[in-house]
């Protein structure tokens, strides 16, 4: 069934059914004040962490309650409802609703017995608290009274488990106040003293453009005993009853009323933020022109379409236009910017950075904000140990050159992450190599950024020493050990078992640092890099290709994993398509791999992680046997490897392949099979429930995905084939063959590139004809030189 659709023309998706199969959600703010929004108004927000900086509640695993509630009464004749479907819910025979969200901002739309409301929600651009702005219409013909209740439910304590299990004391530090127009919550008032006398836990819930005629601070008194969200005893009697939170559950909910002419429309403002009297007293004064609203919202619109609109595209998929235009690309900035922290599946609990998520995250926006990734990267250098490993766990408050490590019991009691994984910082190399390769900075390799435990190291030395992290850490069959873990997390093959994953990103970063080397004419160590990277091949090529596919690895007692004798998970995706990534496979041994690919683990919902799913022959190490069969790594569907498979497909010039495992996993190819797929159909989620599940093509964990950064590059650079290097950009499209035109629209080193691609013949992949501003080129390759302010470019396929 369809919930919604795509207006690509404001960037929205637009929910026309407010009764999804789950919460749909949308991300206000960031984590300096971060706001989750579903569709039925559900949701949460925190100042700087969702675990220790949460200011209101919300009950997790699909419940959706409490959130931004709005209500209505019809002061004429009793009835009430709210500006969205939940929680009062109303018959939608007769109750109108659409939900837009939008980039940064969702806007919810009603109408019921011929009143019409639209309920926005925000975080300024730049602002720690967020902003509702409500207009009411009358569209009858006749005068109505209507009351409004804002309402949010606030936490008593900022950890949101305490708050919600330490019950002997957390009930008992909070008290509300009310102030002219905002209800003020304190937290252990008597002792949580700033310098200049206030309360540094204090919360506001404000309203501006009508007056507050009544109020509630105390939960129960407003919604009354033995009630719930969708039947306030304050809004069923028509007025609060200007009960104060004295050791109970403290709560905003402030009481309008509005007389409405025929064909008027009203506002009221709410604001909501963690800031005591006198800043949200200014903060309220602020919105006295409610005008400001508007500005506001075209101030984000502005900033995040101005992002997006660094690359535009357009072909015959309008899903594929969907995700690339706004909502892939949408997501990578969330994803980016929140990492793991919070959504409606991660409590907040994850209180920092992984470093192999972050760093491949950053792969995901360097083509729209160059800089903005490389702030990131500076960051996760700073990171990384100078015995060249990462951090597991990043912490929020991440102190570089002053930190403990995975060596110093210290880190692993604060982090929970009791040792290095060998992938972490081997992810460093495909996001600088594009880094550069975007902006054609050369001069980023001599930038100077300290190590996390001490030191510090030309970008160049980081990465050498990456290189030396994983030569140092080798198992018995000279591959490098898989360690704590080696990006699967569910797959341990012992401190010193080897990972044929991690050995082909090894292979693939000695490339790159190759290359930055020739950059650097370092002979020496391109020597080096050259001997080494020859004995790892021949290793790789020896040990683990069977014919028909590359092994998934060798514990450390000599067991093969993922061999195809073996009866149980004998076929694993990630050996196969960074095989193709990394270079080292030969031709034949790239087409019978993929080809191995597409007839074991391929689904009509995308590729599994690994088939058969383990059940009776899991090894020691094996955690997916936890999980269900076709779920999670246990030969689930697992997202976040469909964009590598998508960019392996892409690398061999398989246009008609890779579109099909671009179309199988796409959010927005499932937008009319959303009872199936049950997730947004805007957004990726973590993993896909596969064919040994009774609900095979359900999806879950939305949002914060690593999957957003590797499907938009697996796009990018493979669909599209948009490959940039330090000097120029090569333009390499696989796209299927049906498709005969498309256009790409690029920012491209402070240069606009307008690409026309024809493809006359039907063709997957090739260039016969290459243009730029009229002139022929031998291949399809623009040097950086030749770029003019405006560049028109063609292609022939």
Not at 373 to 389: H, P, T
Not at 704 to 717: I, N, Q
Request: charged share 20%.
């Amino acid at each position: 069934m369809n919930y919604g659709y795509f207006d690509e023309t404001n960037k929205e998706y637009v929910i026309t059914r407010p009764d999804t199969p789950a919460p749909w959600a949308n991300y206000l703010g960031s984590p300096e004040y971060g706001a989750i929004i579903s569709n039925n108004a559900g949701g949460y927000s925190f100042v700087k962490s969702g675990a220790n900086g949460r200011i209101t509640r919300y009950i997790f695993n699909s419940e959706d309650k409490p959130g931004r509630y709005i209500y209505l009464r019809d002061n004429d004749n009793g009835d009430y409802w709210s500006a969205s479907w939940q929680p009062v819910g109303k018959d939608l025979a007769v109750y109108k609703n659409e939900c837009h969200h939008g980039t940064a901002y969702t806007n919810i739309k009603a109408e019921y017995k011929d009143i019409e409301t639209e309920a926005l929600y925000y975080v300024p651009l730049n602002k720690t608290y967020e902003v509702w702005r409500l207009k009411v219409t009358n569209s009858s013909d006749k005068v109505r009274n209507i009351s409004t209740f804002g309402f949010i439910e606030f936490t008593n304590e900022n950890n949101y488990e305490n708050d919600q299990v330490n019950l002997q004391y957390t009930l008992f530090i909070t008290r509300t106040y009310f102030k002219e127009n905002k209800i003020l919550q304190t937290i252990n008032e008597n002792t949580g003293k700033n310098a200049d006398g206030t309360n540094f836990r204090e919360r506001f819930f404000g309203c501006v453009g009508a007056p507050v005629v009544s109020y509630n601070g105390d939960k129960d008194s407003f919604l009354g005993r033995y009630r719930s969200y969708g039947n306030p005893k304050a809004v069923e009697e028509g007025k609060c009853d200007n009960v104060l939170n004295y050791n109970s559950n403290g709560c905003g909910a402030l009481h309008s009323v509005l007389e409405l002419q025929p064909g008027e429309t009203k506002e009221i403002v709410y604001v909501l933020g963690q800031y005591n009297d006198e800043q949200s007293s200014e903060i309220l004064d602020s919105y006295s022109d409610l005008s400001i609203v508007e500005k506001e919202l075209a101030q984000l619109k502005g900033y995040w379409h101005g992002k997006l609109g660094n690359l535009q595209i357009n072909t015959p998929s309008k899903e594929f236009n969907s995700m690339i235009n706004t909502w892939n690309a949408y997501q990578c900035f969330i994803t980016f910017i929140w990492s793991r922290a919070a959504s409606f599946i991660y409590c907040g609990l994850r209180n920092g950075y992984g470093y192999r998520d972050t760093v491949q995250d950053i792969q995901g926006i360097i083509h729209l904000d160059p800089d903005m990734a490389a702030e990131k990267i500076r960051f996760m250098l700073s990171a990384q140990v100078d015995n060249g490993g990462g951090l597991p766990l990043v912490k929020f408050n991440h102190n570089a050159g002053k930190e403990d490590t995975p060596d110093d019991m210290s880190y692993v009691q604060a982090t929970g992450h009791p040792a290095y994984r060998a992938d972490d910082a081997l992810w460093l190399f495909p996001t600088i190599l594009k880094y550069i390769a975007e902006t054609g900075n050369k001069a980023f390799l001599d930038e100077v950024v300290l190590y996390a435990n001490g030191g510090e190291g030309s970008v160049y030395d980081h990465l050498q020493r990456a290189i030396r992290f994983s030569m140092e850490r080798m198992g018995d069959h000279n591959m490098p050990a898989g360690l704590h873990a080696d990006w699967n997390d569910c797959l341990r093959l012992g401190k010193k078992g080897e990972s044929t994953f991690v050995a082909l990103q090894l292979y693939y970063a000695m490339t790159i640092l190759r290359g930055f080397a020739e950059v650097k004419g370092d002979a020496e160590y391109i020597g080096y890099l050259n001997k080494v990277q020859e004995e790892l091949g021949n290793t790789i090529q020896t040990i683990c290709w069977e014919g028909d596919r590359y092994i998934r690895g060798i514990k450390e007692d000599g067991q093969v994993i993922g061999s195809k004798k073996d009866p149980e998970a004998n076929m694993w995706l990630n050996p196969q398509s960074w095989a193709v990534i990394s270079g080292l496979a030969t031709k034949e041994q790239a087409e019978t791999a993929l080809e191995s690919v597409h007839r074991e683990l391929n689904t009509p919902y995308g590729v599994r992680v690994m088939a058969p799913s383990y059940v009776d022959h899991a090894f020691d190490g094996a955690l997916a046997i936890l999980f269900n069969p076709s779920t999670k790594e246990n030969g689930g569907i697992f997202s976040q490897p469909q964009g590598w498979i998508i960019l392996a497909e892409a690398l061999m010039g398989h246009g008609n392949r890779a579109f099909e495992y671009f179309m199988e996993s796409s959010p927005a190819a499932q937008n009319d099979n959303a009872d199936t797929r049950i997730l947004e159909p805007y957004v990726h989620g973590q993993f896909t429930e596969a064919t040994e599940s009774p609900f095979e093509g359900r999806s879950h964990v939305h949002w914060l995905t690593g999957t957003a950064s590797t499907v938009m590059v697996g796009c990018v650079e493979g669909i599209l084939g948009m490959r940039p290097d330090a000097d120029g950009l090569l333009v390499a499209p696989s796209i299927p063959s049906d498709w005969k035109e498309m256009t790409i629209n690029k920012k491209f080193r402070g240069k606009d590139l307008q690409i026309l691609v024809k493809n006359p013949d039907g063709a997957q992949s090739g260039c016969k004809e290459f243009y730029i501003n009229g002139e022929k080129l031998d291949r399809n390759y623009i040097p950086a030189n030749k770029l003019k302010d405006n560049n028109e470019v063609v292609l022939i396929m």
